[in-house]
């Protein structure tokens, strides 16, 4: 069975005071229990925080180049991260693809680099609410993840993580109903089954995101083909991130 996965992606959220905070108050609290637990700080502190945290949280990167290395003024690389025990990277955020043009075309090189240095890649997909209310969502969805995940083997993405998120949920406090988010991670699996096969669809993690909290949060993880949360402004606090990581027991 595919085990629940809850990671936090802090966004461009908290300074060095708030970090030591943090890590030190989720080590007292956090248990041993069936979910993984992963956060993606800015990627300034994600070395130090994976130090810390050892075995017990996977830290992860907000986003991952498409090259290895050379002159890319500000970028960090897949090799860079799996050198410094990064195992995780969200690629394909829509918050990348608004104030960065990163498109699908981009977002499948990032993959093939996180791949290639052993990163799981969280692939972010998600439509706009104009995509909704048209009716296309689905469309638009399978869409981006058909030309994100082309070319690419099974084996390669044996550890895909896919996280929708639509657009309109993120930040806006509208979460889309547990029927709606239902909806459309069946339509991903029947996606993933078709471009793979079914074993893989069974086996692949697919997130939802979008103002996931305490309160939502277990009608939307008790659907079927909802395997955990990519959770955003309930991350940033300790209380709040593992009353969702409870949740998804
Ligand atoms: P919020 O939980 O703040 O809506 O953000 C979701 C998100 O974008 C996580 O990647």
Redesign the pocket.
């Known amino acids: 069975m595919r085990k629940p996965l809850v ?3 802090w ?1 461009m959220n908290m300074d060095q005071n708030d970090v030591n905070a943090f890590v030190s108050e989720i080590l007292d609290k956090i248990s041993a229990n069936d979910v993984d637990v992963m956060i ?1 700080p800015p990627a300034l502190f994600a070395a130090g925080m994976q130090k810390s945290f050892g075995d017990k949280i996977r830290v992860g990167l907000q986003d991952i180049s498409a090259h290895d290395s050379g002159a890319y003024t500000g970028e960090i690389s897949a090799e860079m991260a799996a050198s410094a025990s990064i195992q995780y990277a ?1 690629i394909g ?3 990348r693809r608004t104030y960065h043009s990163e498109n699908d075309h981009l977002i499948n090189t990032k993959i093939q680099s996180a791949i290639k240095h052993g990163l799981v890649p969280v692939y ?1 997909c998600g439509e706009k609410l104009e995509e909704r209310e048209s009716g296309n969502h689905k469309e638009v969805v399978i869409s981006q993840i058909s030309e994100a995940l082309q070319g690419f083997s099974e084996d390669q993405l044996k550890d895909l993580v896919v ?1 929708y ?1 639509p657009v309109w ?5 509208k ?1 889309a109903t547990s029927d709606q988010a239902q909806e459309m991670h069946e339509a991903i699996r029947n996606c993933l089954s078709e471009l793979f096969s079914q074993a893989f669809a069974e086996k692949t993690r697919i997130l939802y ?5 305490p309160s939502n949060a277990s009608e939307i993880f008790s659907q079927p083909d909802v395997d955990g ?7 940033l606090k300790v209380d709040d991130f593992l009353a969702i990581v409870e949740a998804a027991k």
Request: proline share 0%; net charge neutral; charged share 15%.
């Open positions: 990671a936090g992606n966004k993606a969200i955020h829509s918050e972010c996280a998120e949920a993120i930040g806006t406090g979460t995101g979008g103002s996931c909290k949360g990519l959770i955003g402004g309930a991350s």
